[in-house]
């Protein structure tokens, strides 16, 4: 009797575990077959490959990594107006912070338009090139030689931020993906998922919207996909992947050179 129960038991099981790999695997068909809502191609500077280790298998995978002005994700243009139109509740947020510094409130999924290369990178790396002349400035002026340091970190960074950080920036978000692309048509734009989150800072005293995260999937790269990379030869590769999200915004890679 227990042996018929526990057979049962295992085919019911088993039978879940069919239908759920079932269902993924007409979600991935379904996304990667379907006119993609967004296409873009990236370098290695916003997809890097990453490997994972578990005991004697190692697999590799590439996910987005976007930037930002400031740290954290702290995203300027997310201001109170803004978080209002996304739909946050700031006279509530106002109630409920006691003070505490660093503290987070609600947290939303919006859609986000990433732009890569475009006027937001351009403007964080004047800035970058702003900071190396001023340290270099304030060496000329200066008897002292501390500023040695100083110019070497900014110029450290300046090539850094132009050879190397992702160039995709987070411009405009919106609750509805429609008016999101019709506002941003462009190639080198996307539109993917991101959860908003929001802190108020103490000094100055105001509210501040952050990236918490973007949900886009990593993606599992084959050895195929790491032969076109040459990644397999070489690890310090440059390459370029033509990136797509599906009608459910999960990513799938159309190309690689």
Wanted: net charge positive.
């Amino acid at each position: 009797m227990k042996s018929n129960i526990s057979k049962k038991l295992f085919g019911f099981a088993l039978a879940i575990v069919v239908f759920v790999n079932i269902m993924m695997l007409g979600q991935v068909y379904i996304n990667s077959h379907s006119n993609p809502t967004s296409l873009i191609t990236l370098t290695q500077r916003e997809l890097p490959i990453y490997t994972y280790h578990q005991k004697d298998i190692s697999t590799q995978y590439t996910s987005i990594r976007f930037n930002s002005e400031n740290h954290y994700h702290s995203i300027l243009w997310l201001d109170e107006d803004n978080l209002t139109k996304l739909g946050f509740n700031m006279n509530q947020i106002k109630k409920e912070w006691t003070g505490k510094i660093g503290r987070f409130f609600d947290t939303k999924e919006v859609f986000v338009a990433l732009e890569c290369d475009g006027k937001s990178y351009q403007k964080y790396l004047e800035s970058k090139k702003q900071e190396y002349d001023k340290r270099v400035q304030e060496y000329n002026s200066s008897i002292h030689g501390n500023y040695r340091s100083y110019i070497r970190y900014a110029k450290e960074t300046l090539e850094y931020v132009k050879t190397k950080e992702s160039r995709l920036f987070a411009i405009d978000a919106s609750r509805d993906f429609q008016s999101l692309r019709q506002k941003y048509p462009m190639e080198n734009v996307m539109i993917a998922k991101a959860l908003i989150k929001v802190t108020i800072s103490k000094s100055p005293n105001r509210v501040q919207g952050h990236i918490s995260k973007l949900l886009v999937p990593a993606i599992h790269l084959s050895k195929e996909h790491l032969k076109q990379i040459k990644f397999l030869e070489d690890r310090s590769v440059k390459y370029t992947i033509k990136l797509a999200l599906g009608n459910l915004f999960m990513p799938y890679i159309v190309d690689i050179n």
